[in-house]
């Protein structure tokens, strides 16, 4: 194939088997050939283009479309919920920055894990994350396909699904650097619309709609209990899901290793501070709080609903629209370029078919990887849209799917700086990863049932998977090359 390796190749002359010293790997360049392979994806993004790319797939306005649901598993301490899942993704962000320096590959927590702790370790991190990265674009779409359809109901939704995937695929397959220009402007209009929601909201708060001014959505003794909060903050972490998918374009990034990093801790950070102020502003203008949280018939409309009590139907068709843009089209986006990139890096290291390894020769994206997500995506987004709970299914196991690999990649933090590498930086390497482990177990224990049951037999399927792939000798090369080599800024 034209442009392709489909198994790691060591990169000119260089032996697989030299370990770089301390001069090398002193960019991000050079990163990706010190472990073997081959520089096939085109580095031209800025630390800039990464931090907007984690915005856009976090997407500024995500409470926007679950803020309903988040407020009825809350008891309306949406903020808090908002507020807990920022400290618990913290700590996800940083052993993500830690592996990303260390390895600064495409293939996110499969390639952590993988070569921080054991390949069949990071095969079935992969598989897992596979659930999240592969299913959110579907997922994507139909949230976004519904909400046009209830302001346009003469387009039916599948419609709607087949015209974003399109545009979507279109664009990302004219490369990355179309896609990062597309997202910069459609970020922007997201941020203007949040600004003016944040601004009536405010106004009238303060003119006396709603509650007024108080503190119940942070914090009400009425309804808390550390069970309540937690489960809730297992539907809010979707709003999250996205700053890890940085990691995934590390091949594509221009500057040094610790660009990933930061840009996934800045792109966080941003994030969460966005979705609490949003959100206490809206927990103060829902018109029934009591009758979402006891009952929850409204708890698609809730966010409009209250952008209704402060500016009106404009208000609430502008974030309406604004939500089925920013889910359907900047975040399903970003979410399909991400996704392309986990099974190239997968594929490259024979865990998945090796056509999906192809990268265009002119484009120098993986082309294949684009049309199989977009393919998946259309019909897991039409599928869904003809069940009544094909929102909230997709939205349970994406989120498992994520948390789970979220717990392997703290766990390959330990193995790989502390056992490894015998690092001293305890906080960093031990502490940091331990806290996000924990944090994790109690959101995963607590989270829906049947997303608990579906995830693991997805893990047993995994489990079943990777037996195959090794009895027929199809075991990833991820770690025989420079197995402990770091990228140094």
Do not use: C
């Amino acid at each position: 194939m034209s442009g392709t390796s489909t198994t790691p190749q060591p990169a000119a002359g260089r032996s697989p088997d030299v370990h770089p010293g301390p001069g090398a790997g002193t960019g991000a360049a050079q990163g990706v050939e010190a472990f073997g392979y081959r520089q096939e994806l085109k580095r031209s993004l800025s630390l800039t283009d990464l931090l907007v790319y984690g915005l856009i797939f976090m997407v500024p306005i995500a409470p926007f479309g679950i803020f309903g649901g988040v407020f009825q598993a809350s008891g309306g301490m949406v903020a808090l919920v908002y507020a807990v899942a920022l400290v618990a993704m913290a700590f996800t962000a940083a052993s993500y920055a830690q592996m990303s320096r260390a390895f600064p590959m495409a293939g996110s927590v499969y390639t952590y894990a993988g070569r921080g702790i054991a390949q069949p370790v990071g095969f079935l991190a992969g598989w897992m994350v596979l659930l999240d990265y592969v299913l959110v674009p579907g997922l994507l779409y139909l949230i976004a396909a519904l909400a046009m359809s209830s302001i346009i109901p003469a387009v039916p939704v599948w419609a709607w699904i087949v015209g974003f995937i399109v545009l979507n695929t279109v664009v990302n397959f004219l490369g990355i650097e179309v896609t990062a220009k597309t997202t910069k402007v459609v970020l922007v209009g997201e941020l203007v619309v949040l600004a003016v929601f944040l601004v009536i909201g405010v106004v009238a708060l303060a003119g006396g709609a709603g509650r007024g001014f108080s503190l119940t959505p942070l914090y009400d003794p009425s309804t808390f209990s550390v069970a309540l909060v937690f489960s809730a903050v297992s539907i809010a972490v979707l709003s999250f899901l996205g700053f890890d998918a940085i990691s995934t374009l590390a091949e594509e990034n221009k500057e040094s290793a610790r660009s990933i990093g930061r840009a996934t801790i800045a792109a966080l950070a941003l994030a969460g501070v966005l979705f609490i102020v949003q959100t206490y502003v809206a927990a103060l203008l829902v018109p029934d709080p009591a009758g979402l949280i006891a009952e929850g018939d409204a708890a698609g409309t809730a966010f409009y609903d209250a952008a209704r009590v402060a500016g009106g139907a404009a208000l609430a068709t502008t974030t309406a629209v604004a939500t089925a843009i920013a889910w359907g089209f900047a975040n399903s986006l970003v979410a399909q370029a991400a996704t392309s990139r986990l099974l190239f890096a997968m594929a490259r290291d024979r865990q998945l078919p090796s056509f999906l390894a192809r990268v265009h020769p002119v484009r120098r994206v993986p082309v294949n990887a684009t049309l199989l997500v977009a393919a998946v995506s259309l019909v897991l987004g039409i599928g869904m849209s003809l069940r009544e709970d094909g929102i909230v299914l997709l939205s349970t196991l994406v989120n498992f799917g994520a948390l789970s690999a979220f717990l392997v990649l703290h766990v390959s933090v330990v193995v790989h700086h502390l056992v490894r590498r015998r690092s001293r930086d305890y906080w960093r390497h031990l502490a940091v990863p331990v806290i996000g482990f924990a944090v994790l177990v109690v959101v995963v224990v607590n989270a829906d049932v049947a997303a608990q049951r579906l995830g693991f037999a997805w893990l047993g399927i995994g489990v079943v998977v990777l037996v195959v792939l090794l009895a027929t000798g199809r075991r990833p090369a991820m770690a025989t090359e420079v197995e402990h080599a770091e990228a140094r800024p």
